[in-house]
């Protein structure tokens, strides 16, 4: 049975059918809020204690929810939601053939790691009592297929023997399956040869079936690493079915499947993209959502669960929080949240300029995304905030260490 969530739309009911007014609780009218009831003229103001002109009278307001506000000790108590490091997923790249650690210009802080800053990374992820962290790959050669996806010598595959090695007692190790960073094209799959006879004329497409043998391929590599956790990232149709008949009939049937289930076709992808050094041509909105659907996130996630996910995820989180929100009032698994590279970039450079005050700003951010409904977040802060919460430095937000600013 899905966790309830307040006043959420009910999946399969017509758009707008049951939301409440915005601003206004589903089952609190006037006389429950405090108010008394509106006025002879209409007016919306208590027919006792306030009329609208003078001072209100001693009994109104009735209700006083700032009550609840007024120190930073109450604020903290009456908190309806909180961080954990063990809720924090961090991703990591590794790029192959390198000898030190490149950085990532447009992600300040993040880098693409050799396998020993990977290992020493990882380590201190678990150090730092984060959830786990999901690795990507960046090989030094590609091809169209994306052969150094399922090679076990491809630098994804050793890199998750590595990590499983130093510290996958202490940490949950998820490895991304998709075939994007491996490919010339940058596609997330294997390209359809002939456009034309397929019915996509000129345009660069991806062919789902022979992609989902990839997959299955790939899944199969990245259990026999010891990956825990396979990201299925690419968003082929049956994507999710494939790559767990592929697991259990390969022996690995606890490796677990978190599945991308919704993930938009999104302008907020730039920095990773060149985390990845990635080929692409063209774009991905032949199988990536469009941002502007709401309805077909649920039946993507509803697909995914039938076929066998362990864990659904929606990406990017920041822009997506009316579908974290609707999608876990759908599903009884755990949902997740991906903070992806535009959302980190944008934050620093806003940070960086003085506009914001870092700290506060990551966690909002972070906060807010479990209060939509997501149950595991991944964020390129994650091992930083999780030492922030370590200090205490959660009350950031309930105002003991930075002022009430509006």
């Known amino acids: 049975m899905a966790r309830p969530r307040g006043a959420r739309v009910v999946v399969g009911a017509a758009r707008g059918a049951g939301r409440p007014e915005v601003g206004r609780s589903p089952d609190v009218g006037l006389a429950g809020a405090g108010l008394g009831q509106p006025g002879p003229a209409g007016g919306g ?32 108590l009456t908190t309806e939601t909180r961080l954990h490091p063990g809720e924090l997923v961090l991703p990591l790249f590794v790029r192959e053939g390198v000898s030190e650690p490149v950085p990532i210009a447009s992600m300040p802080g993040v880098v693409n790691h050799t396998r020993d800053t990977l290992r020493a990374a990882a380590e201190q ?54 075939l994007d960073e491996f490919t010339d094209h940058g596609h997330c799959g294997v390209l359809v040869t002939d456009g034309l006879a397929a019915g996509f004329g000129d345009q660069v497409t991806v062919d789902n079936d022979a992609t989902l ?15 825990h956790v396979v990201g299925t990232s690419g968003m082929m149709d049956g994507q999710v079915g494939a790559v767990r008949a592929a697991l259990d009939a390969a022996g690995h049937a606890d490796t677990v499947i978190l599945a991308y ?25 032949t199988y990536q959502q469009d941002p502007a659907n709401h309805r077909e996130s649920l039946r993507e996630v509803a697909l995914d ?3 066998g996910a362990d ?5 990017p989180a920041g822009t997506s929080l009316d579908v974290i929100a609707d999608v876990a009032a759908s599903v009884d698994i755990p ?30 951010t972070l906060t807010v995304i479990r209060r939509a409904g997501a149950d595991i977040v991944l964020t390129y802060w994650a091992d930083e905030v999780a030492g922030w919460l370590a200090d205490g430095r959660d009350d950031v937000l309930a105002g003991h260490r930075v002022g009430g600013a509006r």
């Open 45 to 76: 103001f208590p027919s006792a204690g306030f009329h609208g002109t003078g001072s209100p009278g001693a009994g109104f307001p009735g209700a006083r929810p700032r009550r609840l506000r007024g120190t930073p000790a109450l604020r903290r």
């Open 125 to 178: 992820a678990a150090r730092a009592g984060i959830g786990g962290v999901m690795l990507f790959g960046v090989p030094s050669t590609k091809d169209a297929v994306g052969s150094g996806a399922t090679d076990p010598a491809g630098i994804l595959n050793v890199a998750v023997r590595d990590v499983v090695a130093e510290v996958g007692g202490d940490l949950v190790v998820m490895a991304d399956l998709c």
């Open 213 to 227: 043998l990839r997959y299955a391929d790939m899944a199969r590599a990245l259990a026999a690493a010891g990956a």
């Open 261 to 285: 289930a919704a993930k938009y076709a999104s302008a907020l992808y730039g920095p990773f993209r060149e985390a990845v050094d990635s080929s692409l041509v063209g774009d991905r909105r």
């Open 305 to 307: 669960v039938a076929e």
């Open 311 to 315: 864990i659904v995820m929606v990406k």
């Open 335 to 364: 949902v997740a949240a991906y903070q992806v590279s535009g959302e980190f970039a944008m934050l620093e450079a806003a940070a960086a300029q003085g506009w914001i005050d870092r700290e506060r700003a990551i966690l909002e």
